[in-house]
């Protein structure tokens, strides 16, 4: 890991993100959570989809974000189609320390991909049979989509600082809109987001965002521009307090 750069004071942090978190005693230990940036390239313009939060939400209420939630350490058994790119799982894996495991690494991915259906309703694997007895993934199966995590790019991550009445230790993925399989017209079987768009890059990033997600947009960007193609391995910031400042460091 590169050396940490300073990005705010922990009072910083706190005022930037009054509107966007509930502050208050909140868990002392973040829980894992993945949240998916889907990317249309079929324009003169990169778009991003994100949709809103109900107001009612502790956590980043009424705010546009990407598909995304908690992670269900289930999801690591179910069978895909093609697993996370070796590049990609190894830098999962090591950021975790000693709790890094193949199969954390793929509950992670696969979370995105989860909630990416039931917040979206987009299918992201390929058009073939696929059993499970899971209830979370019936949607594949009642489809015959089996999920697929060969598009998906290890891009960010970040940990909610502490103080939040929610907090989430949060893997960013990005994937191209062309590996999504099946997209439902009536969307997901949720109601997490709502007036689900899609913006261009620059849109994104001057819209009702948290501060967060719009850091996170921008370290896209920068990608983008060095890799086009989203290709493995990339380097991957990582957002989190230490010591009362908010660095990033560089995974």
Known sequence: MKKSMKVLSKEQVDLAEAKDFALGDGPRRPRDAA????????????????????????????KLV???GRTDPADGRIPVAAELHPEDEAKLVSG??????????????MS???ETYEEA????????????????????????VAPSLETLRYVARAITPPGRVRRFDTRFFA????GVALALPEGGPTDELEDLVWLPLEE??????????????????????????LEPGG??????????SFVRDVI
């Open 66 to 68: 990407f598909p995304g």
């Open 121 to 144: 309703g987009l299918l992201i694997g390929r058009r073939e049979a696929f059993a499970t007895h899971h209830s979370d993934w019936a949607g594949f199966q009642e489809h015959k």
């Open 96 to 109: 975790m320390g000693a709790r890094g495991t193949r199969h954390r690494a793929k509950a992670l991915a």
């Open 112 to 114: 995105a991909v989860r």
């Open 235 to 244: 380097s991957v910031p990582f957002f989190h307090m230490r010591y009362k």
């Open 35 to 62: 949240t998916l940036l889907l990317l249309d390239r079929s324009g003169p313009v990169i778009q991003v989809l994100l949709g809103r939060r109900h107001r009612n939400h502790a956590f980043m209420p009424g």
């Open 175 to 178: 994937a191209w809109k062309d």
């Open 204 to 229: 994104a990033k001057a819209a009702d965002v948290p501060m967060i997600t719009r850091t996170i947009l921008m370290e896209l960007e920068n990608r983008l521009k060095q890799d086009p193609g």
